[in-house]
């Protein structure tokens, strides 16, 4: 069946620091990959996401790359802002005939002044 | 811009009791879910609805679980009898169409249930 493995948290970085969080799957078909963040308090809000291989979603200053050679969607950001703190969430959605989302387990982003 | 929202946004509830958590759906979608998150767990598939009736169910998703869309515009789930181990996060999400694919799904804020 389809999976999400991500990075484990939680994960401090200084504000203006660059960030990585990693993301791979596993998934028959064609999936659609996304990055879900939730804020404190809040619902799950999309990021970005990329429907094919070699895509770049883009969002606020994060990216994502669909990399089907290595089944990854790792989440970057040049420079990260204090208001970036938040839980995010790798997910996947599988185009052919089931649309539900996997998710990965989360990774807490706290981001220091 | 439209959004999904949920009531209530905190239930505690004694363990057997019903429970019934309400979703408005963005006006134009056609595709419903509902998902749950156990605290410092990840997100999980529950249930997807469409057209009236149940597209696919995960194997949590058991006969004490069940959805309706009563009137046109609410989007429920009804926990009959509630274990200690339902006490989660419920969000409910939905999505519309695009040349006949269906979009993305936009998340409501959430239910923390507890159950006691």
């Known amino acids: 069946g389809n999976s999400v493995t991500q990075m484990e948290g939680p994960v401090t970085l200084s504000e203006e620091a660059f960030l990585t969080i990693n993301c791979t799957y596993t998934?028959?078909?064609?999936?659609?990959l996304f990055w879900y963040v939730q804020y404190p308090g809040e619902g799950l809000q999309l990021l970005l996401k990329?429907?094919?291989?070699?895509d770049k979603g883009s969002n606020k200053g994060f990216e994502a790359t669909y990399r089907k050679e290595t089944t990854s969607f790792h989440l970057e950001k040049g420079s990260v802002q204090v208001s970036d703190s938040a839980v995010y969430f790798c997910?996947?959605?599988?185009?052919?005939?089931?649309?539900?989302?996997?998710f990965g387990t989360g990774t807490r982003l706290t981001i220091i002044p | 811009e439209p959004e999904v929202t949920q009531t209530p946004s905190h239930q505690v509830t004694q363990m057997g009791q019903e429970v019934i958590l309400r979703c408005v759906p963005i006006?134009?979608?056609?595709?419903f879910y509902w998902y749950r998150q156990i605290l410092g767990q990840k997100v999980e598939f529950l249930v997807s609805?469409?057209?009236?009736?149940?597209?696919?169910k995960s194997e949590i998703f058991d006969d004490q679980f069940s959805v309706e869309r009563p009137d046109g515009s609410n989007f429920t789930l009804k926990i009959r009898s509630t274990k200690l181990e339902d006490s989660a996060m419920y969000f409910c999400?939905?999505?519309?169409?695009?040349?006949?694919?269906?979009?993305?799904?936009?998340f409501g804020p959430g239910t923390r249930l507890l159950v006691l």
């Open positions: 990329a429907t094919k291989a070699d």
């Open positions: 609805f469409y057209n009236n009736e149940i597209s696919e």
């Open positions: 998934a028959t078909g064609y999936p659609s």
């Open positions: 999400a939905s999505s519309g169409t695009s040349g006949g694919l269906q979009e993305t799904q936009y």
């Open positions: 997910a996947l959605s599988d185009l052919f005939g089931n649309e539900k989302l996997t």
């Open positions: 006006s134009n979608h056609l595709y």
